[in-house]
């Protein structure tokens, strides 16, 4: 008689004899043993020491070192909510070793994380110098891409200038309507309660209508508040600059009326740059918020957002801002329009590490160039030999920006004007050819061809995929762009974690099975 079919025991009730070890929950090559051993490799000082200096009574709070390990491991596989961090560190083994069996509350993950952003963000480049000590940049070829990533907020929670103004004379006429109807109602509560004893408090739909109102006015006000610093900046350039002509002129010794005609300027200049200072100081005051800040940006500061505003530094009727996330912005992508913000990245070729980030509001990525070359060189250490971008980044000072500081750039153009045949690959060039032909020219080459197919099919656009498809990183949980920067610092950070773990587990295979 044939045996019935048995399987393995399964017996979920039972408790082992023994403790089980965690290391043999995962295999010896998983990533929580990397960032286990990597923890010594790692500057902490940033957040050991606060938190070291803190009261040392009371409960012992969790080691800052399993908390920067867990966000970072949290970033690695696309897990950004903290209730979801907490969950896994019930649920998934891997961040139960992590964490030593221990299961932080999601408000203490969020408050490390908050608390901690800009210690988190600067492991960016810890891990990219590590990335280096490991050969893993050369710098030879760098591919340099804006992506668009939702932010926190619906694109349907903005509202534009001229919409703003109508719903706040609509909502004051409904409020003074639910006012006289208040009166009334009160009038007749006192002939029957007896003056002073209510029947009813304020009508809920009138408080509504007070918030409503409050709110719509605020992000009014901030708005014109940002558009009149934006103008302030704006004459306060053209007056540098008229100042600069006349002061050559004077020092060339030009002719007398064209000197007179360059101070005239000069002072007209700086006569309407005053003014609009004290316009943006006024409507800064009125919004309740900080003086606006008017000094020319850092040579590596993202660029500011420009919305779109009148002569006199008023918004036009369609410039809109977000009440969820205000410092976010509408912008175009893949064919749609989302509520976002424009995330640069530059990306080494050997092994897709990135070497450089920024975050910004302002879609256009041609003004992104210089400051991205800054912070490459600050972050990486030095500038790359080739760099390679799309038709975005292309202007003729963004090409001579390259040329000056020694960068081999390959820039798309874009379409030429209608009309404007294509350069030729080969032979002389045109005498009247401009940038944007050589330019063309240089991208279309064998040379330049097989230089620029690089940048879609193995450096930059792979890593816009593996941080958005693979990791499922789409989308910003933290709001306003200080935060933001911070985030994608952090979502750069456990990238390039990724690239170094596959790196050194690559090496370990080999060396364990090279022979002898």
């Known amino acids: 008689m044939q045996k019935p079919k048995s399987f393995r025991p399964w017996q979920p009730e039972q408790t082992t004899l023994l403790p089980p070890s965690p290391s043999d929950w995962l295999s010896d090559d998983h990533q929580v043993y990397f960032l286990l051993d990597l923890v010594d490799e790692l500057d902490l000082s940033q957040v050991l020491i606060p938190a070291q200096a803190k009261d040392p009574r009371g409960e012992k709070g969790f080691d800052p070192r399993m908390m920067t390990l867990l966000l970072l491991y949290a970033y690695c596989v696309g897990i950004v909510s903290s209730r979801k961090i907490e969950r896994a560190c019930y649920e998934d083994l891997a961040f139960r070793v992590l964490t030593g069996n221990q299961q932080p509350d999601h408000s203490r993950i969020s408050e490390f994380r908050r608390r901690n952003l800009d210690a988190l963000s600067d492991l960016f480049v810890q891990i ?73 408090d304020l009508p809920d739909e009138l408080r509504r209508r007070q918030d409503r109102l409050a709110r719509i006015r605020q992000a009014r006000k901030e708005m014109e508040a940002e558009t009149a610093a934006a103008t302030a900046r704006q004459r306060q350039e053209e007056a540098e600059e008229a100042r600069a002509k006349a002061t050559a002129a004077r020092e060339a010794a030009a002719p007398a009326a ?151 750039a390959y820039i798309a153009t874009g379409r030429l004007p209608h009309g404007q045949p294509l350069p030729p690959k080969r032979g002389p060039m045109p005498k009247d050819a401009d940038a944007k032909a050589l330019m063309a020219r240089k991208i279309r080459s064998k040379k330049g061809s097989r230089i620029y197919a690089q940048r879609k099919e193995a450096i930059v656009e792979p890593v816009n995929g593996q941080i958005k498809e693979a990791r499922g990183l789409r989308r910003f949980l933290l709001r306003g762009l200080e935060k933001v920067n911070g985030e994608w610092h952090l979502i750069a950070a456990t990238h390039n974690l990724l690239k170094l773990f596959r790196c050194r587990r690559s090496l370990q295979q080999a060396m364990a099975e090279a022979p002898g």
């Open 128 to 200: 990219l110098r590590l990335c280096q000590k490991a050969g893993m940049v050369s710098l030879g070829h760098v591919a340099l891409d804006g992506t668009k990533v939702q932010a926190n907020a619906s694109k349907h929670k903005a509202m534009s200038h001229e919409r703003m103004l109508k719903a706040e004379k609509q909502l004051e006429k409904e409020i003074n309507a639910l006012m006289r109807k208040a009166e009334i109602l009160h009038a007749q509560e006192d002939r029957r309660y007896g003056k002073g004893n209510r029947g009813s």
């Open 258 to 408: 064209e000197q007179a005609a360059l101070n005239r300027k000069d002072e007209a200049a700086t006569a309407k740059a005053k003014a609009a200072r004290e316009q943006a100081i006024d409507a800064a005051e009125s919004a309740g918020i900080e003086p606006p800040d008017l000094e020319p940006l850092a040579s590596d500061a993202m660029p500011r957002r420009g919305l779109s505003r009148k002569a006199d530094g008023t918004p036009t009727k369609a410039t809109q801002r977000n009440f969820t996330d205000p410092d976010s912005h509408l912008m175009k992508t893949d064919g749609h329009f989302i509520q976002g913000y424009n995330c640069q990245l530059a990306v080494d070729r050997d092994h897709q590490v990135i070497v450089a980030v920024g975050v910004s509001n302002q879609p256009p990525d041609f003004e992104h160039l210089e400051p991205m070359l800054d912070r490459i060189a600050t972050s990486a250490g030095a500038l790359p030999a080739v760099m390679t971008m799309d038709a975005g980044y292309w202007t003729d000072e963004n090409a001579k920006a390259c040329v000056d500081q020694g960068i081999d």
